[in-house]
């Protein structure tokens, strides 16, 4: 999980996951890299089709048409408290 600030809102945990381009789920990876500007920042990255996110009291399964999910190419967060680590399966 991550939290995010989005559209002006306080900010709150999504559920992530990575993204296939034949719309299949995978894990979200982060692997920690230098940031020129704020030191060392995590990169969330996916599949071949990136990350998909969603609130994290959602109900609805993983799926293009949901209004409430979105999808990004990768993120990156500066704050590891920004980040919540599940073992795949979990």
């Given at each position: ?29 982060a692997q ?59």
């Open positions: 999980a991550i939290r995010l600030t989005r559209d002006g809102q306080p900010p709150s945990w999504y559920h992530i996951v990575g993204w296939t381009l034949t719309g299949t789920l995978s894990p979200a990876l920690k890299v230098d940031d020129s500007g704020d030191g060392v920042a995590f990169l969330i990255y996916g599949a071949d089709a990136g990350v998909r996110l969603k609130p994290a009291g959602s109900a609805e399964g993983w799926q293009l048409g949901c209004p409430e999910q979105w999808g990004e190419p990768y993120l990156i967060t500066t704050e590891a408290a920004d980040l919540q680590w599940h073992a795949e399966g979990a």
